[in-house]
């Protein structure tokens, strides 16, 4: 069973930076998709950033050239999702989540929420101005 968990939100000046980790275990093939989603109060889950089964990776339009996406898969069974935010607004504030699918996947459709089957608890990231 895949568990992911998150770490790294927290409060940070518009202008400033956080990096938002996710432990991963149990990926045992290196075909999995893993992304990024964010989420605020009465608004749904919005796709952040994403990886696909080609390692291709795709971005909203919202955060490209702010934040980049990065996955440490030295070992498999256990992987490192990082998402580094940089620049950040004020509209960034958020509960951000990880998320993995069990299978393969290739193309921008994984900034999906639906395409996902793991799902971590989130972080909160509060941006003030």
């Known amino acids: 069973q895949v568990q992911p968990v998150e770490s790294g939100g927290g409060s940070v000046q518009a202008g400033g930076s956080l990096r938002l980790s996710c432990a991963l275990s149990g990926l045992n093939d290196p075909a999995w998709c893993v992304a990024w989603f964010r989420q605020t109060p009465g608004k749904e889950r919005e796709g952040v950033a994403a990886?696909?089964?080609?390692?291709?990776?795709?971005?909203?339009d919202s955060v490209k050239g702010r934040f980049t996406i990065s996955r440490d898969n030295t070992d498999n069974a256990k992987v490192t999702l990082y998402l580094q935010m940089n620049s950040l607004k004020p509209e960034d504030s958020a509960r951000y989540y990880c998320?993995?699918?069990?299978?393969?996947?290739?193309?921008?459709?994984?900034?999906?929420?639906?395409?996902?089957?793991?799902w971590g608890q989130g972080t909160q990231v509060t941006v003030s101005s």
């Open positions: 998320a993995a699918r069990g299978s393969s996947w290739y193309g921008p459709g994984l900034l999906s929420p639906q395409l996902h089957n793991y």
């Open positions: 990886i696909d089964s080609r390692n291709s990776i795709y971005y909203a």
